[in-house]
């Protein structure tokens, strides 16, 4: 019999991050399981006859600790009755009519790990139930062919930017339905040398539309109205605007990867866009803003919502609508950059790494790993000056 571990609550238990299988208690042999990529599952160690196994029960927080207590201990229950929970799995799968939908869940749950934002999965589910699964979704996954990718996607294609995401979304099923043995044969929802010959290149019917963004010489006049604004998000938005950030990355930052004394903000690869540490330099106005802002209990969140949670991503926009401000949060990047760019002598590579964007080609990027971060001390210092300038 698993020995029974100490059990954790509710609180511990969302406090696990560190890669391994992490025993909760309650019920012999159930544990939150980290994978290298961060992500969390259920698993109950345990017995089958003879034969020692592991079974999954859900991933993390998707099954709370209450439900993978119930899930486990059901679980259990079967074994003992003669039931063989991972054979019947295997059976099941086995008779399963693999229809194009089914296929897209099974592709966005084995992915959903991987994705760092959290709406990407959500995304994925809606756009493939709007437009795919009303014209194929109950097909077999092998009868999916290119006139059904067509009667889905080219109604729209040229008048819907997300028609190109469509596609590409329904290509990527068929591959994994292909790899998995489900079909065989030309993927139908290719683009090159295939629908490329029948449908508009995305790029033409669908013009990239920037964000929108306030002129650097406005930035003064508008960061005295921020601060007379009340609240976390107005006070996450000025935080935001100091730091040249992305809005996940702040919404998101921790304590623990501050570090106030030093004037540093360290961001971890798994929670940047381009899968890569990030330092960030803290201006003199920003550890100011940072040393008034209160700390919660039971999280390490900087800017947590009233639930303890990652604040929204609605919540700075709304801020910014309250304020009239005919921008939106993103676009502060592309004033800082338009500000550097024109009022600075600094060289394009630290300006884009100020960005965290990736700078040169891959074979570029190997040789130099340099981040420029003290060059981009004196730059965020100098942002900081230019858009104080009036503050009292």
Same mark, same amino acid.
């Given at each position: 019999?698993?020995?029974?571990?100490?059990?954790?609550?509710?609180?511990?238990?969302?406090?696990?991050?560190?890669?391994? $299988?992490?025993?909760?208690?309650?019920?012999?042999?159930?544990?939150?399981?980290?994978?290298?990529?961060?992500? &969390?599952?259920?698993? +109950?160690?345990?017995?089958?006859?003879?034969?020692?196994?592991?079974?999954? $029960?859900?991933?993390?927080?998707?099954?709370? @600790?209450?439900?993978?207590?119930?899930?486990?201990?059901?679980?259990?229950?079967?074994?003992?009755?003669?039931?063989?929970?991972?054979?019947?799995?295997?059976?099941?799968?086995?008779?399963?009519?693999?229809?194009?939908?089914?296929?897209?869940?099974?592709?966005?749950?084995?992915?959903?790990?991987?994705?760092?934002?959290?709406?990407? /999965? *959500?995304?994925?589910?809606?756009? +493939?139930? %709007?437009? /795919?699964?009303?014209?194929?979704?109950?097909?077999?996954?092998?009868?999916?062919?290119?006139?059904?990718?067509?009667?889905?996607?080219?109604? *729209?294609?040229?008048?819907?930017? %997300?028609?190109? &995401?469509?596609?590409?979304?329904?290509?990527?099923?068929?591959?994994?339905?292909?790899?998995?043995?489900?079909?065989?044969?030309?993927?139908?929802?290719?683009?090159?040398?295939?629908?490329?010959?029948?449908?508009?290149?995305?790029?033409?019917?669908?013009?990239?539309?920037?964000?929108?963004?306030?002129?650097?010489?406005?930035?003064?006049?508008?960061?005295?109205? $921020?601060?007379?604004?009340?609240?976390?998000?107005?006070?996450?938005?000025?935080?935001?605007?100091?730091?040249?950030?992305?809005?996940?990355? @702040?919404?998101?930052?921790?304590?623990?990867?501050?570090?106030?004394?030093?004037?540093?903000?360290?961001?971890?690869?798994?929670?940047?866009?381009?899968?890569?540490?990030?330092?960030?330099? +803290?201006?003199?106005?920003?550890? %100011?803003?940072?040393?008034? @802002?209160?700390?919660?209990?039971?999280?390490? $969140?900087?800017?947590?919502?009233?639930?303890?949670?990652? +604040?929204?991503?609605?919540?700075?926009?709304?801020?910014?609508?309250?304020?009239?401000?005919?921008?939106?949060?993103?676009?502060?990047?592309? %004033?800082? /950059?338009?500000? /550097?760019?024109?009022?600075?002598?600094?060289?394009?590579?630290?300006?884009?790494?100020? @960005?965290?964007?990736?700078?040169?080609?891959?074979?570029?990027?190997?040789?130099?790993?340099?981040? *420029?971060?003290?060059?981009?001390?004196?730059?965020?210092?100098?942002?900081?000056?230019?858009?104080?300038?009036?503050?009292?």
């Amino acid at each position: 019999m698993p020995i029974v571990a100490r059990a954790l609550k509710a609180l511990e238990v969302s406090r696990l991050t560190t890669r391994g $299988l992490h025993m909760v208690g309650t019920v012999a042999g159930l544990g939150l399981s980290v994978s290298k990529t961060g992500s &969390r599952s259920w698993i +109950l160690r345990t017995k089958i006859g003879a034969r020692r196994c592991d079974i999954g $029960l859900g991933s993390y927080p998707e099954i709370t @600790l209450a439900k993978a207590h119930e899930r486990a201990r059901a679980t259990k229950d079967d074994i003992r009755n003669g039931t063989d929970p991972i054979a019947e799995r295997r059976t099941k799968s086995a008779t399963v009519e693999w229809t194009f939908e089914r296929c897209a869940h099974a592709y966005i749950d084995g992915h959903t790990a991987s994705w760092k934002n959290a709406k990407h /999965a *959500q995304q994925w589910r809606n756009t +493939l139930a %709007t437009y /795919a699964y009303p014209v194929f979704g109950s097909k077999h996954v092998r009868d999916v062919g290119k006139t059904e990718v067509l009667q889905a996607i080219e109604p *729209q294609w040229t008048t819907k930017k %997300t028609m190109a &995401r469509v596609r590409e979304r329904i290509e990527l099923v068929l591959s994994w339905a292909t790899v998995r043995g489900y079909r065989s044969g030309d993927n139908p929802a290719v683009w090159r040398g295939n629908l490329d010959q029948v449908l508009a290149k995305p790029s033409k019917v669908s013009k990239v539309v920037p964000h929108r963004s306030l002129p650097y010489p406005s930035m003064q006049a508008f960061m005295t109205q $921020l601060r007379k604004a009340d609240g976390s998000g107005a006070r996450c938005l000025e935080l935001l605007i100091y730091t040249a950030c992305r809005s996940g990355e @702040l919404r998101g930052a921790l304590w623990s990867e501050i570090d106030v004394q030093a004037g540093l903000w360290h961001i971890p690869a798994a929670r940047m866009k381009a899968d890569r540490d990030h330092r960030i330099p +803290l201006s003199a106005g920003a550890i %100011t803003l940072l040393e008034s @802002l209160p700390r919660f209990a039971g999280t390490d $969140l900087v800017f947590p919502s009233s639930k303890n949670t990652m +604040l929204s991503d609605m919540t700075l926009s709304a801020v910014m609508r309250r304020m009239k401000v005919p921008a939106v949060p993103h676009g502060f990047r592309a %004033t800082f /950059a338009t500000w /550097a760019q024109e009022q600075t002598g600094y060289p394009s590579d630290v300006r884009e790494r100020a @960005l965290a964007h990736t700078v040169g080609s891959k074979t570029t990027a190997a040789y130099e790993r340099g981040d *420029q971060f003290e060059k981009r001390v004196q730059l965020m210092a100098d942002w900081a000056a230019y858009i104080d300038a009036n503050a009292p």
